[in-house]
């Protein structure tokens, strides 16, 4: 499954059978590298939130596995986003902006490889975020993110998505080494990339955003 240059698609995160988040992407290119996406500042997006309106990252892991949960829909208020998604990897690298727009430094994402899906309306890719995540700078000098969350929920092997941690830190670790090497996509590819100017942000999500999970 292909999707065309400039397709509008949902980048959706799947927890144990959920839907955790969703953001709407324009697709930069499809190849047998891989996906690459963009994700405009001020998008629709949604996000699940437990009966109070807290995400997960607002309460113990312990607390958050007791409400219901319903999905909120705001706006991404996060700076502009450029996502590639390896075929095949587990793992994603997205390139942050400062405020003037200009290459920051690139993100880690461990999660399970996506699943592509198209209704044909509506279509996207599916992945399961594994919460531990590695920060690059420009220089490609690198450290953790969120490890401590990341430790914490492993102790809920019942409710908790991740099963392997040796997996994922050994996935993370091949990484840190292509950034170390300045190897791609760490080599300074895309790094100057500019959307077209006619992709607009969307008003709001598209109908079929929150389909059942293909996870």
Partial sequence: ?????????????????????????????????????WIAKGSPVAHEVNEVGLTMRGLPFADWITPTYQLAQVR????????????????????????AGRFSHWYVNLEEPG?????????????????????????RTWQWKDEDEFVERLAFPAEYWVTDEKAVRAEGE????????????????????????EWDVPDELPPGWDRPPVR
Avoid: Y
């Fill in 115 to 139: 699943v592509r899906w198209d209704d044909g309306v509506v279509a996207g890719v599916d992945v399961i975020d594994q919460d531990l995540d590695v920060l690059v700078a420009a220089d």
């Fill in 76 to 99: 991404w208020n996060g700076p502009p986003l450029l996502k590639f998604l390896p075929t095949g990897a587990a793992h994603s690298v997205w390139w942050f902006r400062d405020a």
């Fill in 1 to 37: 499954m292909e999707f065309g240059a400039g397709r509008l698609i949902l980048h959706r995160n799947v927890r144990r059978g959920r839907i955790g988040w969703v953001r709407p992407a324009r697709v930069v290119l499809d190849d047998e590298r891989g996906l690459l996406l």
């Fill in 174 to 197: 091949r990484v840190i080494a292509l950034a170390e090497a300045g190897e791609f996509p760490f080599d300074g590819t895309w790094c100057d990339f500019t959307p077209p100017a």
